[in-house]
């Protein structure tokens, strides 16, 4: 007895020591500093007694380290060391630091942790290393489960790439080592952390689709279809394929384009199957084990989950127009309406809840499932689908199966239930049984006192029945929903059907199956309810108990409230479709208008061009008639003379315009000139008094010799302006005087030879003075540029003077100065004589004033 009990005395005993040493915090202390030591035989039995004091004592020690400064770092600190003893027993000391404590492992990831562990496991061999593996693979995942800033921070540092090697799995897989195998199932589970279906949406989707991008998907689903991979391994791995993919449509279409490898060893067939096949036939294999048929079904659910796509693929190898006749190939549908009627009761489960999830929140695809035939037996007709469920149904325990007969019967109810629900259609076929199978059965076995087993049997009898009353649309006469109340009221009475009923929520294994979307069970007889159906049961529960107790009356109100809504649905439908079209056509009037708007400014611009087109051909034809206007002076004199009194009229304007501008020119250089004296004005007084204060004379002559110089110029360019004013108002009288015969010879314009004679004479004076005027204007240029030059070198001249005078100023300010200064020496000299004078005179000798 006292060594059977000494463990738990030793336990006792350490965590009494324990308590009596934390109480002083400052033993706590001490040890994290002796814990930073460097000497190998100070810090290692500190790690190692820290450890001891958290596995006795964890939440105490943790919210000490947690409030001391620097305590965690400190402990950090400890991967970092390169002796490995000390490094591994720190992952060790940080395993029982970061246990349930969300503060300590958010600070433990922000310290640098999952780079630093990542490290050690790429050191050791990720799956292939050895038990240190194993310690920081358990480490992260503390830091991870159920830590979303944690798990947010891992997927934000780009770690969800590093994990891609681990999974890096040779063709040769025989031979694993106990420890590899608890490695890869540490790392599966780590993965499995990152998108469990209980993690928040938007952090489980970022991380599948890391996953995917990365290639880590890729990787597991070729251990998947690897062979010679241990049977657990292979299991988990499934589990962690079905969550990497579970309501991500991206990893849910990748997955269903992966096929099975073209010749593994196992392969029957010499045809390419697709993974989800090759799952699917071992989950309907009875010889397989449990745990991996479970997982297979996890994996098929977690396909079909909120992918319509996958559940129309699935659906679509039922239907009569897929079915391959040549038999070369088994489809999806084949194995599962061959699991859902083989003489194996699990088979029977699996495949009425794989079925059932092909169907989920999809009534499009029950309708299609009616249409679905099956072949019983040779010679027979065929039937459909949802008979050859019912007939098994009320068949009850008639059949020889393996395993549980109620199992087999409450997977074909959770399938009929989920088809039925949301359906009228399914529930007006399900009733419309030619020999009414399914409703006396129904009403049988939910009347009977049936054992503790049946009654769950019963309770999902009374859902189905339920759910054929709340969704039926009335359209079979003797099957309407009034006269299934009273048949239920007749044959089992209300509370007896609601307590029935109720029976299902109540059941251990529906809450089981209530908390979490995988299929873990215990063992195959405790395999009776899915997670998706037990939140079915939770909303129709409800509302099928209201149903059994409302009147004809208010089933009336409801229907036409029901219609109300139908229409107004129709209404709005119709509305939205209205809307759609004209949305449709307003989009392709907002195209016609944009196109029309480019043609409009494609034609503008050749418009645009075309006119100037025109234009240019305008003047090249006015051109064209002058040039035939001169041609054909002698045979038409009237057109003669308006031609050349065009050119009369065009050449004196120009003519004008050179007179404004010489005008312009003149008035300029004679204000330029007027500046140019007054400046020279100013400069001769200033240069006089510079010569008289000045003793140089040879300045004062250049200056007045310079001053000649401009006036003889300024004298010149003078006359040169004045004979330019005379040609000026010459050429201005001539001008008039052309004016004047141009008018003259307007009204004169007739056919009379003596005005063509005139016209001639004075086109040839025209052209003459037209000429010499412009010879005129040509020596005026001339004249103009030799005035600019003279302009020039005046500009110069008095620029030279303004600097010769400033130069004199100086000079007559330096004289100035000096005057200054010899009338200072000749005032001090003065009062130097005088004050030796007045010495003199004090020493009696006698001074001369």
């Known amino acids: 007895i006292t060594e059977e009990n000494s463990p738990k005395q030793v336990d006792d005993l350490g965590s009494q020591f324990t308590e009596i040493f934390i109480k002083q915090q400052e033993n706590v202390t001490l040890l994290l500093t002796l814990v930073e030591e460097f000497d190998f035989h100070v810090r290692w039995p500190g790690v190692k007694l820290l450890t001891s004091l958290l596995k006795q004592q964890g939440p105490q020690v943790q919210q000490i380290i947690l409030v001391s400064p620097m305590g965690v770092s400190r402990l950090m600190d400890l991967l970092a060391d ?328 409450v997977g074909l109810l959770m399938l009929l239930c989920t088809w039925l629900s949301n359906c009228s259609i399914a529930v007006t076929h399900f009733l419309h049984n030619p020999a009414n199978i399914p409703f006396v059965s129904l009403t049988w076995q939910i009347a009977e006192n049936l054992g503790e087993e049946e009654q769950l049997v019963q309770g999902l009898c009374a859902l189905l029945l339920g759910i054929s009353i709340y969704y039926n649309d009335n359209s079979l006469e003797n099957y309407r929903k009034e006269k299934l109340k009273q048949l239920i009221e007749k044959r089992i009475g209300r509370e007896n059907f609601i307590e029935k009923l109720g029976f299902i929520s109540k059941h251990e294994l529906y809450s089981r199956a209530a908390q979490k979307p995988q299929p873990s069970f215990s063992s195959p007889d405790h395999m009776m309810f899915d997670h998706e159906f037990t939140k079915l049961v939770k909303e129709l529960e409800g509302v099928i108990s209201k149903a059994i107790y409302k009147s004809s009356e208010e089933d009336k109100k409801e229907e036409e409230v029901k219609k109300t809504l139908e229409q107004h649905d129709n209404i709005v439908t119709h509305y939205k479709k209205v809307i759609r079209e004209q949305d449709q056509e307003l989009e392709e009037l907002k195209q016609q208008v944009n196109t029309l708007k480019s043609q409009n400014e494609q034609l503008q611009t050749t418009v645009t061009q075309q006119v100037s087109q025109i234009q240019q051909h305008k003047d090249q034809y006015n051109l064209l008639k002058v040039q035939l206007g001169k041609d054909n002076q002698h045979h038409n004199s009237h057109s003669d003379t308006v031609q050349m009194n065009g050119i009369q009229v065009e050449e004196v304007s120009k003519l004008k315009e050179e007179l404004e501008e010489w005008k312009n020119k003149h008035e300029l250089l004679q204000g330029q000139l007027r500046e140019k004296d007054s400046l020279i004005e100013k400069l001769k007084p200033l240069q006089l008094e510079t010569g008289t204060e000045q003793s140089s004379q040879t300045s004062k002559s250049s200056g007045l010799e310079h001053n000649n110089e401009l006036q003889k110029e300024l004298e010149m360019l003078r006359t040169q302006i004045q004979l330019q004013s005379a040609e000026i108002t010459k050429l201005q009288a001539e001008n008039q005087k052309l004016q004047v015969m141009n008018t003259s010879a307007d009204p004169a314009l007739g056919d009379s030879s003596a005005t063509a004679a005139k016209n001639l004479e004075l086109e040839g004076r025209l052209v003459q003075e037209v000429k010499d005027l412009k010879n005129e204007v040509k020596a005026l240029s001339e004249e103009k540029a030799s005035l600019k030059q003279h302009l020039d070198s005046s500009n110069s001249t008095v620029a030279i003077l303004q600097d010769e005078k400033s130069k004199l100023q100086q000079e007559v300010a330096e004289s100035k100065k000096e005057q200054d200064d010899l009338l200072v020496l000749l005032a001090d000299q003065d009062q130097k004589l005088s004050a030796l004078k007045n010495k003199l005179k004090d020493l009696g000798v006698p001074v001369s004033k």
């Open 82 to 409: 390169s002796r490995e003893v000390i490094r591994n027993d720190g992952v060790l000391l940080l395993q029982q630091l970061t246990k349930s404590n969300a503060a300590i492992q958010k600070i433990v990831a922000f310290e640098n942790a999952f780079e630093r562990l990542l490290d050690i496991i790429t050191e050791e061999g990720n799956s292939d290393g050895g038990i240190v593996v194993e310690d920081c693979l358990l480490l992260l995942q503390n830091l991870l489960k159920n830590n979303n800033s944690n798990q947010n921070f891992f997927k934000e540092g780009s770690y969800i790439q590093r994990m891609k090697p681990w999974f890096e799995v040779g063709d040769d897989n025989c031979g694993w080592s106990a420890q590899k195998v608890t490695n890869l199932h540490l790392m599966l589970q780590l993965v499995r952390v990152l998108v469990s279906p209980t993690n928040p949406p938007g952090a489980t989707s970022s991380c599948q689709k890391a996953m995917f991008h990365c290639g880590l998907l890729q990787q597991l689903c070729t251990i998947l279809m690897a062979t010679g991979v241990p049977a657990d391994i292979l299991t988990e791995t499934i589990n962690t394929v079905s969550e990497v993919i579970r309501g991500c449509q991206m990893n849910q279409d990748y997955f269903a384009s992966v096929n099975a490898p073209s010749n593994p060893p196992r392969q029957v067939f010499n045809y390419v199957r697709p993974a989800i096949v090759v799952l699917l036939m071992s989950m309907v294999n009875e010889r397989q084990p449990f745990v991996l048929r479970c997982a297979v079904l996890y994996c098929f659910q977690c396909f079909l989950y909120k992918n319509q796509k996958g559940q129309g693929e699935i659906v679509s190898t039922l239907l009569p127009s897929t079915i391959d006749a040549t038999g070369n190939s088994v489809s999806a549908g084949q194995l599962l309406c061959g699991g859902l009627f083989s003489t194996d009761s699990l088979s029977n489960w699996c495949a009425a809840v794989a079925l059932a999830h092909a169907l989920q929140e999809n009534a499009t695809l029950k309708e299609q499932l009616l249409r679905v035939q099956l072949a019983t037996s040779i010679g027979n007709p065929p039937v459909s689908l949802l008979q050859q469920c019912t007939n098994i149904l009320s068949q009850g325990d008639k059949i020889d199966r393996r395993g549980s007969k109620v199992q087999t019967r």
